[in-house]
């Protein structure tokens, strides 16, 4: 059974750092993974897709990696605003279930 | 383009009530799926519609239906609340149901029962 871990929980950073969210898998079979982007209450808003055959998709200041074999996911956030305070939930896209599997998500304060 | 959209915004019941949940999906989309988020927890996927068929189903009891109209709109009903039933409750529609049609969700509809 596909279990997505995200770390750290909750995280608490100035502006204008450079940070990274991580994000394990336990299952490599899959098709792609997603990066969401969710604010209080909200639904979500996709930042970055990326399949099973790719490494890495850049977006502005974000960029996300993929390792599949090891079962992990970066994403990395350049010169952080206080607009980027947020939860960041990453998905995986599984072959078995043909169904998005989710983290529990990192919770990202950025003040100014 | 209109994106996926989600009714009511919010909603509160109490215990064993019924309740209906509505999703209007991206325009030329045909496939809806449905998640369930609790407080503090990732999205877990509840069921999908595919040209108004149920193609998946999670781990969620039977009090959880759904149904999809010619037009691709989707319900998600649920009967006999019960407490751990409040959440977010999110939509999202995407192309075909295949792997690699992404899909796009709306802004959710918050279930409080007391």
């Known amino acids: 059974k596909q279990e997505v871990t995200q770390i750290p929980a909750a995280l608490s950073v100035p502006e204008g750092e450079n940070l990274v969210l991580n994000c394990s898998f336990t299952d490599s079979a899959i098709y792609n993974l997603q990066w969401f982007r969710q604010d209080p209450g909200k639904g979500l808003t996709s930042l970055l897709l990326i399949q099973s055959s790719q490494r890495e998709q850049t977006s502005g200041r974000l960029n996300a990696s993929l390792d599949k074999s090891s079962g992990r996911s970066t994403l990395y956030i350049a010169a952080s605003q206080p607009g980027d305070s947020a939860t960041y939930l990453c998905?995986?896209?599984?072959?078995?279930?043909?169904?998005?599997?989710f983290g529990t998500g990192t919770r990202l304060q950025v003040f100014p | 383009e209109t994106g996926v959209t989600q009714s009511p915004t919010h909603l509160i019941k109490t215990r064993g009530q019924q309740v209906t949940l509505r999703c209007s999906s991206q325009s030329g989309h045909n496939t809806v799926s449905w998640y369930q988020q609790a407080l503090g927890q990732g999205p877990q996927f509840i069921f999908q519609?595919?040209?108004?068929?149920?193609?998946g189903r999670g781990n969620f009891p039977p009090r959880f239906s759904g149904l999809q109209f010619p037009n691709y709109s989707s319900e998600l009903n649920v009967n006999a609340l019960e407490l751990d039933d409040s959440a977010l409750y999110l939509c999202?529609?995407?192309?075909?149901?295949?792997?690699?049609?992404?899909?796009?969700f709306g802004p959710g509809t918050r279930l409080t029962v007391l």
């Open positions: 998905a995986v896209l599984n072959y078995n279930t043909d169904k998005l599997i």
């Open positions: 519609y595919y040209r108004e068929e149920e193609n």
């Open positions: 999202a529609s995407s192309l075909g149901a295949g792997p690699s049609n992404e899909q796009f």
